[in-house]
């Protein structure tokens, strides 16, 4: 099976400009979460989801959004960028979103803000 | 809210060492333990998880213990090798539920040849 892909692998955008970052999970697996990895501070959780519905959501502005299609591919889009989003954007998927099962994470897409 | 620490945030042991890398949870409703692993550039990988009904789970090299009561777990790496040099990720989550997994702030380890 082909393993989680996302794109692009890397962007740079300017403050006030708007990103849209791509998720396609592994064959089966219907939920796709969201993390955003800054050095020091982890793998911040952004949200979750599993059929075409947030189910979980972190402690993001509302700026952070995000979307899942009937394939289970996900979306996620930040709205008027701000420095402090430079990050490395991971998403990862597993087959129904169960807290216990293994998180299979994608390469990541490398944001840059300037 | 959840909140998982982790430390140290850095690490550096001799090759053949041992490492040990500590976490301490909030929910005391958390029953499943995760350890992930990312090497440089490349994405995390799950390489270790213990259920709240076990206090110890040993794969090779590395082990994992839990104090459920303390609200503490730990990861030993023994042996150490210069392919164990990477960023450790803890973390907590409800187990069986579908609520967030959420991690601790890592733990870069390098092991010095």
């Known amino acids: 099976k082909a393993g989680v892909t996302q794109t692009p692998r890397y962007l740079i955008k300017t403050r006030g400009q708007q990103v849209t970052l791509s998720c396609s999970p592994i064959?089966?697996?219907?939920?796709v979460s969201w993390y955003q990895q800054t050095p020091g501070q982890g793998l911040q959780f952004l949200f979750e989801?599993?059929?075409?519905?947030?189910?979980n959501k972190g402690n993001f502005p509302g700026r952070f959004s995000g979307r899942q299609f009937s394939n289970s591919r996900s979306e996620m889009n930040v709205s008027t960028l701000e420095l402090g989003d430079s990050a490395l954007y991971l998403c990862a998927s597993s087959p129904s979103g169960a807290t216990n099962e293994k998180l299979f994470f994608g390469s990541g897409t490398q944001l840059s803000v300037l | 809210g959840e909140n998982v620490e982790q430390h140290p945030s850095t690490l550096s042991v001799q090759e053949g060492d041992s490492a040990v890398i500590k976490c301490t949870y909030s929910?005391?409703?958390?029953?499943?333990f995760p350890w992930y692993k990312q090497e440089l550039g490349k994405r995390p990988q799950l390489i270790i998880d213990?259920?709240?009904?076990?206090g110890e789970k040993k794969d090779q090299r590395i082990a994992v213990t839990l104090n459920k009561t303390a609200k503490h777990f730990s990861l030993h790496i023994t042996e150490t090798q210069p392919e164990d040099s990477a960023v450790y990720f803890c973390a907590a989550s409800r187990g069986t539920s579908y609520d967030k997994v959420i991690f601790g702030p890592g733990t870069s380890l390098s092991v010095i040849p």
């Open positions: 929910d005391s409703a958390s029953n499943y």
């Open positions: 213990i259920r709240s009904n076990v």
């Open positions: 064959s089966g697996h219907r939920s």
């Open positions: 989801y599993f059929s075409e519905t947030q189910r």
